[in-house]
């Protein structure tokens, strides 16, 4: 299988910031990795998938990067409504494995 | 617009089956794309279970292949999860979703908790 492990396990930020959380395969993934946020009580949502696109509807201060093994989304000017867990995910192989989830707070 | 919801129990006893249904409407299930469940265990983790394809065909996580089984009513446009011989540790919030390799998990149902517990 391959593992994801996401970096950090939990942020505190404040309004405004930049944020960035970082994503690494054990193995070239291809740039089939996706975001998710999800919010208490909620279903996770795509953010970014193919590693830099953005899904419809989701805001332009979310982006990713990378390649290879090594991936990142960052968010730029933090708002209020982005606290969340985000999880990666690869698309690469199956079983499609997730990240163990940062959770984003405000400080 | 895409919709996928789940239908289930909420408990179920150790060592029996754990039995949900996926309702889909907005697409139909034959028409393309695969139809996966995953679990959200308490602490976040979360885990790809398997998927049915637009074709019919499985292909499940080998953690669980033992014990899964995804089957589908194309004339309901469903499709179901059976996960056997259930412990607490399948206690998890449960997600039907929609996979493509390029988009991964485009779509999600809004989850359903399944406590299991004597």
């Known amino acids: 299988d391959i593992q994801m492990t996401q970096s950090p396990a939990s942020l505190s930020a404040s309004l405004g910031e930049t944020v960035t959380i970082e994503c690494l395969a054990s193995?070239?993934?291809?740039?089939?990795l996706a975001w998710y946020q999800q919010k208490p009580g909620k279903s996770p949502q795509l953010l970014i998938y193919?590693?830099?696109s953005l899904n419809d509807g989701v805001p332009s201060r979310f982006s990713g990067s990378g390649s290879g093994t090594q991936y990142s989304l960052k968010i730029n000017s933090l708002q209020s409504e982005d606290v969340s867990i985000y999880f990666c995910?690869?698309?690469?192989?199956?079983?499609?494995?997730f990240g163990a989830g940062t959770k984003l707070e405000l400080k | 617009e895409i919709q996928l919801q789940e239908s289930g129990p909420g408990l179920v006893k150790p060592s029996q089956s754990l039995s949900l249904t996926c309702s889909v409407t907005?697409?139909?299930?034959?028409?393309?794309?695969?139809w996966s469940w995953i679990r959200k265990f308490p602490g976040n983790k979360m885990e790809w279970m398997g998927y049915?394809?637009?074709?019919?065909?499985?292909n499940y996580n080998p953690s669980l292949k033992i014990r899964i089984s995804i089957t589908r009513d194309t004339s309901k446009n469903q499709f179901f999860l059976q996960l056997n011989s259930v412990t607490t540790e399948d206690t998890a919030t449960y997600y039907c979703a929609r996979w493509d390799v390029y988009y991964g998990f485009a779509y999600w149902g809004q989850g359903t908790l399944v406590t299991v517990s004597s």
């Open positions: 995910q690869q698309n690469y192989d199956s079983p499609y494995t």
């Open positions: 193995e070239d993934i291809y740039s089939n």
């Open positions: 907005g697409y139909t299930i034959t028409s393309g794309y695969d």
């Open positions: 193919y590693a830099n």
């Open positions: 049915i394809s637009n074709s019919g065909s499985t």
